[in-house]
């Protein structure tokens, strides 16, 4: 806070006047050049908080990405391992050859972190970054979202296909009057699709 105190004497004449008027129009800006100064220094140090918090952030959600990239080619092939079995039991329900088959259906998504990137932009700190700087953070973020809203279609599909797995009825071929003959109740029947997990 600013205090302007008045002179130990009293003012004699307009000289002196204009001495004690810009004397204290020199103190009050060198006051609020200073306090100036300091609050952009709080903005720069602000910011350089922010760039080291999102700089981190992101490089741990890219490793992240990078760490699933194994695993991308394998559940693409057990998909497609799947989807044969499904395939082949629709084409010949009646062949109990065909039915005889396992599959692996499961979702896995990964979880990428925004703490850094609300905290910057709550605190107002992509403010005090250059535009191109948090422009480029803005964008790095929105392919953030973009990515973990495609994750919502495939874990609802998941959800679907096990939704139908569990309604359609598994059935398994056992001779007319052996022990077995009645289902079980986890045997069940469907017309369009028939697969039984062994």
């Known amino acids: 806070m600013l205090e302007v105190h008045l002179a130990h004497k009293g003012i004699h004449g307009f000289w002196e006047f204009l001495v004690h008027l810009f004397t ?26 922010a760039r080291q918090s999102l700089r981190a952030e992101i490089q741990s959600n ?43 259906i499961s979702f896995s998504a990964v979880t990428l972190s925004d703490t ?25 973020y929105k392919a953030q979202d973009a990515l973990i809203a495609m994750e919502d279609k495939p874990a609802e599909d998941v959800a679907a296909i096990n939704g139908l797995i569990a309604n359609t009825i598994f059935i398994r071929a056992v001779p007319a009057g052996s022990p077995g ?10 017309a369009r699709c028939r697969c039984i997990f062994l």
């Open 24 to 49: 204290i129009t020199v103190g009050l800006l060198i006051a609020t050049q200073i306090e100036s100064c300091v609050e952009w220094r709080h903005h720069v140090q602000v910011a350089e908080e």
């Open 116 to 140: 850094a990137w609300r905290t910057a932009q709550s605190t107002g700190a992509l403010a005090y970054m250059p535009y191109e700087e948090a422009e480029r953070y803005t964008e790095i």
């Open 181 to 190: 003959s009645r289902p079980a109740p986890w045997q069940r029947s469907s």
């Open 62 to 104: 890219l490793n992240d990405l990078k760490g699933l990239l194994p695993g991308l080619k394998k559940w693409r092939e057990q998909i497609d391992t799947d989807l044969a079995v499904m395939e082949r039991i629709q084409e010949h329900p009646e062949n109990m050859k065909n039915q005889h088959a396992t599959m692996a």
